[in-house]
Every structure is written in C-alpha cells, then in structure tokens.
C-alpha cells in the first residue's frame, strides 16, 4: 500500500453476525391428562442468523434465562431448550454456548430452536396461560 501525505485510508471488513428477532415458541392448548405426553415445539423459520464471511469462529447461542420455565402466578412448568430437537442437548446457560452450524457468507440463515416440557410437570397444575420471556445470547 502507497500512501502520500495524509491521504490513506485503509478499511477493513468487521465480523459481523445480525440476529432477526421474534422467534416464538408456542405449545398451544394442552388438555393434562394421565394419558397426555411430554410436549414440544419448536420455532420454525422465524428465527435466523446472518454471518459475514469474517466471523472465524462458528457462532455458539445459549440463554441465561432462569428459570427457564412457563409461568402463570405462582405456578411454573421446567422447559427445556435445544437446537437439535426436542430433547436433544439442552441450550447451555452459559458460555460457550451451543456451536451453530452456519455457512458465515452473508445470507440469512433459519436457526430452528426447540422446546420441551415433560407431562410430569404439568399434569397437576391449574389450567390458565403460562408464558415466558427468554433472553438468547449469539456468541462469535
């Protein structure tokens, strides 16, 4: 590189991962009977990443969130989190997180997340909403 005077300017890409937020998780009505099995979701294409060609390292995701569980009151039911399947590896609370596996080129990418809530933990429990707010961290 040739520079005269002050007139160099030198750039230089930043690696850069964008997250499109709003990714839901809905189980949707559940009827709590003995015959009623463990429940699971996931969050389908509303959920993507996009990595520039920069970031080296692969991007890893894990959520802080605790309790990480569907609240209505006093009443709680535990609920996992994976973006494998649905009771696969649970999302890890805290670094690292879990590897994601994305091309890192640019485009936007569908990270599916899972959830599941086993029926031990909901069958006595009073009907109503439940619902939860987690907070996802996207490390790279």
């Known amino acids: 590189m ?16 964008t997250i499109a937020a709003g990714g839901n998780l809905s189980f949707g009505s559940v ?24 970031v080296t ?3 890893s995701l894990y959520s802080t969130t605790t309790p990480r569980a569907l609240l209505s009151g006093a009443n709680s039911i535990p609920l ?3 973006t494998h399947s649905p009771g696969g590896p ?3 609370f805290s670094s690292p ?24 933990h909901f ?3 009073p009907s109503g909403s439940y619902a939860a ?7 790279y």
């Open 2 to 17: 040739l520079c005269l005077a002050a007139s160099c300017n030198t750039s230089q890409a930043l690696p850069v991962c």
């Open 31 to 54: 009827v709590a009977l003995a015959s009623t099995p463990d429940q699971t979701t996931n969050s389908g294409t509303s959920f993507w990443v996009n990595c520039s060609a920069e």
């Open 57 to 59: 390292n692969a991007p």
């Open 80 to 82: 996992m989190l994976s």
């Open 90 to 92: 649970e999302l890890p």
């Open 97 to 120: 997180g879990m590897p994601l596996d994305l091309l890192r080129d640019g485009s936007a990418e569908t990270v599916v997340l899972y959830a599941k809530i086993q029926a031990i």
């Open 123 to 125: 069958r006595n429990l």
């Open 133 to 139: 707010t987690l907070s996802l961290t996207l490390e």
